[in-house]
T-cell receptor
Framework: QQQVKQSPQSLIVQKGGIPIINCAYENTAFDYFPWYQQFPGKGPALLIAIRPDVSEKKEGRFTISFNKSAKQFSLHIMDSQPGDSATYFCAASSGNNRLAFGKGNQVVVIP | EPEVTQTPSHQVTQMGQEVILRCVPISNHLYFYWYRQILGQKVEFLVSFYNNEISEKSEIFDDQFSVERPDGSNFTLKIRSTKLEDSAMYFC??????????FGQGTRLTVV
């Protein structure tokens, strides 16, 4: 059972553009929604996370939007830079904190 | 900045052999995890460990797998008899009492 669905699979944007990655979840017990950034050959690095009691959270150029009724959340990368080129994973967990990951989204930012 | 440390970075082993993957979680973290990522696929949960015992395991974590925290700092994953399909990146992760989970750089396991 795929608990977290992520789309689109890949994105190519120009420098300065705003790639948007969407995730949908099924399990209403999920109460923590992190995003991870992964560079080739490296481990996932925690980028930003949100809980369902807020609709938006910003950290630097990264913003999470959360829609509890639709069971969807998305990552926006403002003023994207070539160094942001990476694979981005959304994830979700409930109290036991076993993370369920989406399939990942490759973002390429062209200079 | 504290980080989760994994060794080795790459391990090649013959099918049927035992391997031990090692991790040093961030000190003062309480919850420890192993995840794996088959090339090009998503990260999958294997096992969680808290208070010196397994708190949850996935269907992937069968009798061939075991975990141990032998000395209060290291956290190991043992695969008793490796199969070709065990080839993957294995990530150790840890977290404190909060929800933020931090991952290591991974061990690439290649079974030949």
């Amino acid at each position: 059972q795929q608990q977290v669905k992520q789309s689109p699979q890949s994105l190519i944007v120009q420098k300065g553009g705003i790639p948007i990655i969407n995730c949908a979840y099924e399990n209403t017990a999920f109460d923590y929604f992190p995003w991870y950034q992964q560079f080739p050959g490296k481990g996932p690095a925690l980028l930003i996370a949100i809980r369902p009691d807020v609709s938006e959270k910003k950290e630097g150029r990264f913003t999470i939007s959360f829609n509890k009724s639709a069971k969807q959340f998305s990552l926006h990368i403002m003023d994207s830079q070539p160094g942001d080129s990476a694979t981005y994973f959304c994830a979700a967990s409930s109290g036991n904190n076993r993370l369920a990951f989406g399939k990942g989204n490759q973002v390429v930012v062209i200079p | 900045e504290p980080e989760v440390t994994q060794t080795p970075s790459h391990q090649v082993t013959q099918m049927g052999q035992e391997v031990i993957l090692r991790c040093v979680p961030i000190s003062n973290h309480l919850y420890f995890y192993w995840y794996r990522q088959i090339l090009g696929q998503k990260v999958e949960f294997l096992v969680s460990f808290y208070n010196n015992e397994i708190s949850e395991k996935s269907e992937i974590f069968d009798d061939q797998f075991s975990v141990e925290r032998p000395d209060g700092s290291n956290f190991t994953l043992k695969i008793r008899s490796t199969k070709l399909e065990d080839s993957a990146m294995y990530f150790c992760a840890s977290r404190p009492t909060g929800r933020s989970t931090f991952f290591g750089q991974g061990t690439r396991l290649t079974v030949v």
